[in-house]
């Protein structure tokens, strides 16, 4: 589990985050949500310790990342892993070599343990036999799956994921949202995503923070999302007709979902 609390940053004299604390569990997908510039990056960022907020707390598990030094820093980094927005894999490496980057970086297997391992993380996310190709060589939807299988391949505690369907197309969408949660679950991961893709909201929102001009301003899951009354958050989740539909539709008929 990661605590925030009250924590405050602001940049050139603006402040960005007011006064923000959050949980986000262990074992459910966290995400972070709200419209552009509403903080939700800063936050992350924070979390992750790649801004240094002014004030307040960040525990992960009860260890406070603001007051740890630099040898507590990187033992806790060990057990984070990145899954980022444009997958950031490494052009002149096979898929295989991808994933055992951060093996060859962070841990002391041999190079024999590091190649199981790898195989092993890119056989959960379904793609076993694709050892030898290239990024170039592969789609989108593949290369967010590599991206996965390198995020895990050091059995981390974190799992921070900034937009992971960036730039993917619905199906494909799903079906990344699908093994995030799977993995979260599967594993008792403290996974957090940062997204503005309504279908990930609602398909796999466990616990979600909502953001508005810095402020902390609604947390709950998917389901109690259509009977919120923050006018807000209304106004960013459902503000095309076809989610105010689905919205209106799950009240009409609240009886039936129950």
């Known amino acids: ?17 007011h006064d923000v604390s959050a949980t986000f569990y262990t074992g459910k997908t966290n995400l972070i949500i709200g419209q552009s510039g509403s903080g939700k990056t800063v936050l992350m960022k924070s979390v992750v310790g790649l801004v240094r907020p002014e004030a307040g707390e960040i525990l992960y598990d009860g260890r406070d990342l603001l007051k740890m030094d630099e040898e507590q820093t ?18 002149s490496e096979t898929v295989l070599g991808n994933v055992m980057f951060p093996l060859v970086m962070f841990s002391n297997m041999t ?13 959960r996310v379904n793609l076993k036999g694709a050892d030898n190709k290239y990024p170039s060589e592969i789609s989108g939807g593949m290369q967010k799956r590599v991206a996965i299988a390198r995020a895990i391949a050091l059995n981390p505690k974190y799992l921070f994921c900034d937009e992971p369907n960036s730039g993917l197309d619905p199906r494909t969408s799903i079906l990344i949202d699908e093994l995030l949660s799977d993995i979260t679950h599967e ?25 508005n001009k810095g402020h902390r301003e609604w947390v709950g899951n998917s389901q109690e999302l259509f ?20 919205k209106n539709y799950i009240i009409h008929n609240s009886h039936a979902v129950k």
């Open 111 to 123: 190079k024999g343990e590091m190649m199981d391992r790898a195989r092993f993380c890119l056989e």
């Open 227 to 246: 009977h919120a009354t923050n006018e807000a958050l209304n106004d960013f989740v459902f503000a095309t007709k076809l989610f105010q539909n689905v």
């Open 74 to 91: 990187k033992s806790l980094r060990q057990e984070i892993g990145m899954l980022f927005q444009g997958s950031a894999l490494f052009d």
């Open 187 to 211: 594993y008792g991961i403290t996974t957090i995503i940062n997204t503005h893709d309504m279908n990930s909201v609602l398909g796999i929102g466990e616990n979600i923070i909502f953001l």
């Open 1 to 17: 589990m990661i605590e925030v609390k009250n924590i405050t940053k602001s940049f050139d004299g603006k402040t960005i985050l």
